[in-house]
């Protein structure tokens, strides 16, 4: 099971191409209210998660994911279920 | 104000649509002609986006039929199926469905969209997974919400990443629902169902086709893309609607497992909801005996698909993957859509302009589906006034720039 940190890290590199120009991602950001994702742009960001770690997201815990930190703690807890 | 902030991003983006001149991406047809012609702003219009694919709305049998039992049973049923809503015609409806399907069962619901949300709610409830191709119809999408099941995206089309999200599933892969569509309704591309029937049957899974847009089109007999590709053991259960090759509107569910029958008693939107009037199950039942006995409407149909998507690929417009009675015209942006979709009404064509988030990739559609109603003169009028819209814009198309550059056709 890969650590908290590790996660996030991997996550914050996956999410750069996302961010604004000059636009620094922390573990606060917001990916609606601050990256500007829509929809299509999250199913997408979702797609890239899944093939980087191997796992399934079930789009059932979309609307708990706020932030990036949010991602991060969901992602440590599929992982540890083995999805 | 608090509860209609969330309404800005949408007032926002049809102010952004008006300032490029659509006042509403929904018409008003102001008087139904027949199956294939309505006015609309005043102008006699070929409609071409309206999934009457058998063009049964005007069929004198069919209208016969609902009048009659309009005169005999009523206006409406007044009550849910649970209750007072269930009349002769219902059930029968539902024997004929099964017999046509060669099925043990069917439900009768009162739309396409409430019988996925019927059947997907009470088939797959909190504990159960479902895998779903990633472009299934909205209905799908909710009637999945509604349920509470973990819902699992694979890529649409793509046997072997629905295979590998089996796979990580381990045990849990032999309760999986897997969830796709005959004929895609914005693209109009086919589920490769022979390899998801094998991938299906390998893990123990159950699998449901909504065969919504191909009822009436695929198949020697019409019942759509599990007949054509020879897959209907594997199906566990098929979906599809009345508002479509059969003219009318209302939603139905076939099966051969015993278990159908209690679904009627663990479905929300069977029971919480109006049953189908009288004269909607009259002409359904119409529409049905046409649509088995005659097979020239379905030839005629995919003539009609066969020349449209032609013909649009020797303009070089990038279409949809295969030939199907749903041709979508893919455009890049909702700028170019527009433009176009205001010419071909200009010229008295209707088509269906989608535009973001509903389109698959995020890119602009004109969605046409033609209808064995089409005469071959209003086909090659459909056609005429694509060409001179793409001529239009050869023509303003100067050195690098143009509102519309030609792309390469055919492929997705």
């Known amino acids: ?24 991602l922390q573990e606060q950001t917001d990916l609606v209210a601050d990256l500007g994702l829509d929809s299509l742009r999250v199913m997408k960001l979702v797609v890239e998660v899944e093939d980087r770690f191997d796992i399934s997201i079930p789009i059932n815990i979309l609307p708990n994911i706020r932030t990036i930190r949010d991602f991060a703690v969901q992602l440590e807890q599929l992982l540890g279920e083995g999805h | 104000m608090g509860i209609f902030d969330k309404f800005q991003p949408l007032a926002a983006a049809r102010r952004a649509l008006a300032e490029k001149g659509v006042k509403s991406i929904n018409v008003t047809m102001e008087e139904i002609i027949s ?43 007044t009550g849910s199926r649970m209750a007072n809503g269930t009349f002769a015609g219902h059930v029968a409806l539902e024997r004929e469905l099964a017999d046509f399907f060669g099925c043990r069962g069917a439900i009768v619901f009162s739309t396409g969209y409430v019988a996925n949300l019927g059947m997907l709610s009470a088939l797959a409830q909190p504990g159960d997974v479902i895998l779903l191709d990633a472009d299934c119809h909205a209905s799908i999408y909710d009637g999945c919400r509604l349920g509470g099941a973990e819902v699992i995206r694979f890529r649409h089309n793509d046997v072997s990443d629905l295979e ?3 796979r990580r599933l381990g ?8 969830l796709v569509e005959g004929i895609y309704s914005m693209l109009g591309d086919r589920a490769p169902l022979k390899e998801i029937a094998a991938v299906k049957r390998e893990y123990g899974a159950c699998l449901l086709v909504d065969e919504a847009h191909s009822l009436g089109v695929l198949g020697n007999r ?26 009318a509107i209302g939603g139905f569910a076939v099966s051969n497992h015993p278990e159908l029958e209690l679904i009627r008693y663990a479905s929300r939107p069977y029971i919480f909801t109006a049953s189908p009037s009288p004269s909607t ?22 003539e009609n698909a066969r020349k449209l998507y032609q013909r649009l690929t020797e303009l070089n417009f990038r279409l949809g993957p295969e030939v199907s009675p749903i041709v979508a015209v893919r455009l890049s942006n909702p700028e170019e859509a527009v433009l176009l979709w205001n010419g071909l009404q200009e010229r008295g064509v209707y088509v269906n302009l989608v535009l973001p988030p509903a389109t698959p990739d995020g890119g602009a559609l004109l969605r046409c589906s033609v209808s064995a109603g089409h005469t071959p003169e209003q086909m090659e009028r459909i056609c005429e006034a694509f060409t001179s819209l793409r001529e239009k814009a050869q023509t303003a198309q100067t050195g690098s720039t143009g509102v519309y550059p030609p792309t390469r056709g055919g492929s997705a």
């Open chain 1, 1 to 24: 099971m890969a650590g908290y940190e590790k996660l996030l890290k991997e996550l914050l590199d996956i999410l750069k191409p996302f961010a604004k120009p000059g636009q620094s």
């Open chain 2, 164 to 166: 590998k999200r089996l």
């Open chain 2, 171 to 178: 045990e849990r892969a032999a309760n999986a629902l897997i």
């Open chain 2, 35 to 77: 199956p294939t012609e309505a006015v609309i702003n005043g102008r006699r219009t070929i409609l071409v986006g309206t999934n009457n694919y058998l063009g049964l709305t005007f069929d004198a049998e069919c209208i016969k039929a609902a009048c009659k039992a309009l005169q005999e049973q009523g206006t409406g049923t």
């Open chain 2, 281 to 302: 199950i009259a002409s359904t039942r119409t529409a049905l005996q046409i649509l088995r006995t005659r097979s020239d409407l379905r030839r005629r149909l995919w």
């Open chain 2, 222 to 247: 019409g019942r759509g893309l599990a007949e054509e590709v020879g897959v209907e053991e594997s199906v566990d259960f098929i979906v599809g609607t009345f508002s479509k090759s059969l003219g």
